[in-house]
């Protein structure tokens, strides 16, 4: 079996960071389409919430 340093070597980059993954997740939001003010202004409100959270744990 791998020792631990060569399993965390391998997998670090395809599960910890990942950067394709990470820039996918960042333009979810942008990708979105909505149709009414209503979810417009929800997803708004998501988006910010989910930024301060980020930034926060940052």
């Known amino acids: 079996m ?8 391998i997998l670090d980059p395809l599960v910890n960071n990942n950067p394709i ?8 939001s942008a990708l979105a389409v909505t149709t009414k003010m209503e979810t417009a202004i929800t997803m708004c409100i998501a988006v910010t919430l989910v930024l301060m959270c980020s930034n926060a744990a940052v």
């Open 21 to 28: 993954a990470l820039q996918v997740l960042g333009i979810c």
């Open 2 to 9: 791998a020792d631990a340093k060569t399993k965390e070597m």
